[in-house]
Each structure stands twice: as C-alpha cells, then as structure tokens.
C-alpha cells in the first residue's frame, strides 16, 4: 500500500501571496525605522549631545540645534505619536503575516496614523524651523553651507519633500492593501 501526498501548490503560485509578504516586509521596515527614530528623539539628553559632540564636527555643529529640538515639548509630543504609529505599522506587519481577520483593517488604521504622523511632522518641523532661525541659520553656516543659499528655505524644503516622499509611500502601501488579490489572500486564509 503507497502513501499519496497530496499536491501543495508553491506560495508563489497563491494569488496575492507574494504581495501580502512584501507589504509586510515593508511595514515591519518602516515600523522599525520609526521606533528607532522615535526613541531617539524622546531618549536623548544633553550628556548624550555633548558626547557625540565631542567625537564628531557634524554633531558639534548641530549641538544647540538638537537641544532645542529635543527639549521642545510639542516636538517631543510628535515624536511620542510617531512611537505609537510605528508601532502600530509592526503590529499590523505582524497580524498580515498570520494572516488574521482584522489584519486589513489594523493596516488600514496603521497607514492612516503614520500618514496623520508624517503631516504633523511637517507642520511642527517647519513652526519649529521659523521660531528658531537663527539656531538653524547657525548650524548650517557651520557645516560649511554656502552663504549664498537661504538656509531656513532650504532647511524647511528638505523637512517638507522628506515627508512628502513618505506620505507618497503610505498612500503606494495603501492601494497595495486595496488591491483585489491581497484583499482575497488575506481574508481566504484567515485564521
């Protein structure tokens, strides 16, 4: 008597297979990135700028800068947002992989808390930006910018296309999550 195995078909071969894991792959990324950044920000003292000032030109330089930054309690209060959106894009990474019910849902609500982060990232950033123009002015024509470039337009357009880019990220993150054939595999497989 011969044992049949019963055929199992390749995951690649499962219709929105591959998209689930790298949607996962990529939330689990940026959730980490922004734990990371987060924690920084909120963890830091002023010890621990004077140590990195004392190693490196460029922290030196940023010294005054990242002091007022990190002692700002709104900018503090944003980043404490972004510890909570980060945080939720690893759950909802987390929940996609199981392949859980709510795992749409929690993604959704994940994508949308990062895009509401990155918006008042921007806002505060650049507030913060134009309350201390002089610090920002400072650090820059430290570090050898050119004196003939507007540093707080320049300071305020880098923060700006930087948020940009990730809110054009959770908005490609948020039609992959739409799409038909993930929808499909997450929900068929669901536990």
């Known amino acids: 008597m011969g044992c049949y195995v019963l055929p199992v078909p390749?995951?690649?071969?499962i219709p929105g297979a591959r998209t689930t894991l790298v949607l996962s792959?990529?939330?689990?990324?940026?959730?980490?990135?922004g734990l990371m950044r987060g924690y920084g920000f909120v963890s830091v003292t002023a010890d621990d700028?004077?140590?990195?000032?004392?190693?490196?030109q460029v922290f030196?330089?940023?010294?005054?800068?990242?002091?007022?930054e990190t002692s700002s309690p709104v900018l503090v209060g944003v980043q404490v947002g972004n510890l909570l959106a980060s945080g939720?894009?690893?759950?909802?990474?987390?929940?996609?992989?199981?392949?859980?019910?709510?795992?749409l849902w929690w993604t959704q609500q994940a994508l949308i808390a990062n895009i509401l982060y990155t918006l008042a990232n921007i806002a505060t950033m650049t507030w913060f930006s134009y309350g201390h123009a002089s610090l920002v002015r400072d650090t820059?024509?430290?570090?050898?910018?050119?004196?003939?470039?507007?540093?707080?337009?320049?300071?305020?357009?880098?923060t700006?296309?930087?948020?940009?880019?990730?809110l054009t990220l959770y908005l490609v993150l948020f039609r992959v999550l739409r799409r038909a054939d993930v929808r499909e595999f997450v929900q068929r497989e669901a536990s």
Do not use: Q
């Open 49 to 56: 700028l004077d140590r990195a000032a004392e190693t490196n």
């Open 88 to 103: 939720l894009l690893l759950f909802a990474s987390v929940l996609l992989t199981a392949r859980r019910r709510s795992a």
């Open 60 to 68: 030196a330089a940023r010294r005054n800068l990242d002091e007022a």
């Open 25 to 33: 792959l990529v939330l689990s990324f940026i959730g980490i990135c």
């Open 10 to 13: 390749k995951p690649s071969a």
């Open 160 to 166: 700006a296309f930087f948020g940009l880019l990730m």
């Open 140 to 158: 820059y024509l430290a570090l050898d910018w050119p004196a003939d470039v507007p540093v707080l337009i320049s300071h305020v357009l880098g």
